[in-house]
């Protein structure tokens, strides 16, 4: 039987997928992501569906890459192969200022973020222990994922049961994202999401539940 696993992002409490009706063995904190909980868990199955959200996703394409055979399909929320930005090839991403200032606005809100609780939804972020914070910021600073994806051709090979969800105006991760995934995947779909930020599990929750059945299917 196929497993759906979600892979939640930095910060992220598990009410980002409160709104989410798709049925899911676990939600992963980043902080289990941290400490490689995922890959115990999915190494002992078969057949998977992951869905991963901002660094949840980041972690995704990682465990897709050392698992390709496994992946039934992948569901990409505002995710990135790589969050900084690079000044060598031109990658549009975070500086480790703006990184900082995301922590900061964090623990100033008392878990709103720094974007503040979205208004009628329930808060998709939590206040956790500066340490782990710390470590999911190195994390993000230290991940780049872009080689291993275009060298993988197994994975590659899988992009028509790849589903790719991004905002427009996203303050965390940037729009480029999509595009570089949409390229990788070729046959994936894409949607490009208006007027929303970045935590898309409250926002568009009827989506990506079609997105997991679609990939179920």
Known sequence: MTKVFVLNGWASSKEAWSLCRFGRERVFSYVEQLDGLPEKVIAAEDDVVLVGWSMGGSSALRLALKWPEKIRGLVLVAATPRMMQDTQDGWRGMSERR???????????????????????????????????????????????????????????????????????????????????????????????????????????????????????
């Open 99 to 217: 990184l900082a200032a995301l922590k900061k606005g964090l623990l100033m809100t008392g878990g709103g973020g720094i974007f503040g609780p979205p208004e009628g939804k329930p808060n998709p972020y939590l206040v956790d222990d500066e340490a782990n914070l710390d470590r999911g910021l190195e994390y993000l600073v230290d991940t780049d994922l872009r080689r291993a994806l275009r060298e993988a051709s197994e994975l590659r090979a899988k992009g028509n049961r790849v589903w790719i969800f991004q905002s427009e105006h996203d303050g965390v991760v940037r729009p480029e994202n999509a595009a570089f995934l949409a390229e990788v995947f070729c046959g994936s779909k894409v949607e490009m999401v208006p007027g929303v930020e970045h935590a898309l599990p409250i926002f568009i929750p009827e989506k990506i539940d079609t997105a997991v059945q679609e990939a179920l299917s």
